[in-house]
């Protein structure tokens, strides 16, 4: 028991010893230095290189020592006969007392005279070109003086160029009562022609863009008495006007009617690529399949054709479709969807040659303008 208490003071000395509260001096909290001062450790600390010093390991080498040194710079050595010709902006002559400066800022200037005058006679007036004069002047060809026989034909409204020099070598014209086969004949403005038998005047040219409506026939005259496009302008002209290419019966749209030979045969020559565009309504919905073989071309009984462009009317359903060709196959737009198997409700062609339904309702007509016939017979 001795040793048992024994232990326990020895243990309870040994803990107060441990608890007694530590003793700090004043200097314990302070805040340690660091930088350039001394460091504690022995080790020596690394000084940083000092580079970019004024001093130099050698000695600058005087330039040019030949010449004398100025407080603005080096100078060259005196010269006696050294004549500064130099002055800021170039070389400046020598002084000349008899010099006189006629020079002004913005260009030479004329001495002055009190009797000048400025002509303006020279001067070449502006004249606004006049389309209108231009035209005019082309269909009063024939009240002017002479002109080929052919084309006097062709003014008429009988045929083209080409096709009355046929007329003529066959001996179908009369001039002044006598046959005339000779195709560079020119006639005169007295002269009396004759086209198998009946007189032939040239008239001035007359071009009329009609809206075909459904029913009407694209022809002169029909012997069944059915309706022809001719009814519907007969009210537009008195000169002989003849349909440019053809419309079916059910086919509606844009149809130019004129008396112009030449134009006439340019529109509906294949060579020169007339576009026109159809807005097509079929019984059902175009399959994409068939539109890719639209597209890309098909062969029909009379050879291989295919479409400029083929595209889907905006907003309709897809039975609705615009095609561009420029083809002038009979009833080409019809045979190429009944050789797909599909059925048109509705064919309209709305653009020809660049010309448009635009103001124009269906049955109407108008005349073409200035610029319009311009921009036709300036098709390449």
Same mark, same amino acid.
């Given at each position: 028991m001795e040793k048992k208490y024994s *232990?326990?003071?020895?243990? @309870?000395? +040994? *803990?107060?010893?441990? %608890?007694?509260?530590?003793? %700090? *001096?004043?200097n314990s909290f302070? =805040?340690?230095?660091?930088?350039? @001062?001394?460091?504690? *450790?022995? &080790?020596p600390y690394y000084t940083k290189k000092e580079y970019g010093s004024s001093e130099r390991t050698y000695? =600058?080498?005087? %330039?040019?020592? /030949? +010449?004398? &040194?100025t407080n603005s710079g080096f100078k060259k050595s005196y010269n006696p006969n050294f004549k500064d010709t130099s002055n800021e902006g170039g070389y400046r002559k020598p002084y000349n007392p008899n010099f006189k400066d006629t020079s002004n800022e913005g260009g030479y200037k004329k001495s002055h005279n009190p009797n000048f005058k400025r002509n303006n006679s020279y001067k070449k007036p502006f004249i606004k070109k006049n389309y209108n004069t231009e035209i005019e002047q082309q269909d009063n060809t024939l009240e002017t003086?002479?002109? +080929?026989?052919? =084309?006097?034909?062709?003014? !008429?409204g009988i045929c083209s160029r080409r096709n009355a020099d046929i007329y003529i070598a066959a001996g179908n014209v009369e001039v002044n009562g006598q046959v005339m086969t000779t195709l560079g004949y020119r006639?005169?403005?007295? /002269? #009396?022609? $004759?086209? /198998?038998?009946? #007189?032939?005047?040239?008239?001035? $040219?007359?071009?009329?863009?009609?809206?075909?409506? &459904?029913?009407?026939?694209t022809t002169t005259s029909d012997e069944k008495g059915r309706k022809t496009v001719m009814d519907l302008? !007969?009210?537009?002209?008195? !000169?002989r006007i003849l349909p440019v290419g053809r419309l079916d019966r059910p086919t509606t749209g844009l149809l130019l009617l004129t008396n112009d030979g030449d134009l006439a045969k340019k529109l509906t020559h294949p060579t020169h690529g007339v576009r026109k565009i159809y807005?097509? #309504?079929?019984?059902?919905?175009?399959? %994409? $399949? /068939?539109?890719? =073989?639209?597209?890309?071309?098909i062969e029909l009984e009379d050879g291989f054709i295919q479409v400029d462009e083929i595209s889907y009317v905006n907003d309709k359903p897809k039975n609705e479709i615009g095609v561009k060709i420029h083809s002038g196959r009979n009833r080409i737009v019809r045979r190429i969807f009944e050789h797909l198997g599909y059925e048109i409700e509705k064919l309209d062609r709305v653009v020809f040659a660049g010309l448009t339904k635009k103001d124009l309702p269906r049955g109407h007509w108008r005349k073409l303008t200035q610029q319009e016939i311009i921009n036709l017979r300036n098709i390449k």
């Open positions: *232990s326990n003071n020895t243990n @309870s000395q +040994r *803990s107060n010893n441990s %608890y007694k509260k530590r003793e %700090y *001096s004043n302070q =805040k340690k230095e660091y930088g350039n @001062s001394e460091r504690s *450790s022995d &080790k000695n =600058k080498k005087e %330039y040019n020592s /030949d +010449r004398t &040194k003086g002479e002109i +080929r026989l052919n =084309k006097y034909i062709a003014n !008429a006639v005169q403005p007295t /002269d #009396v022609v $004759k086209f /198998d038998g009946k #007189v032939i005047s040239s008239e001035k $040219k007359e071009y009329i863009l009609l809206n075909k409506p &459904k029913g009407f026939i302008v !007969a009210n537009a002209t008195t !000169a807005h097509v #309504v079929l019984d059902r919905k175009l399959d %994409y $399949k /068939d539109f890719i =073989k639209i597209e890309e071309g």
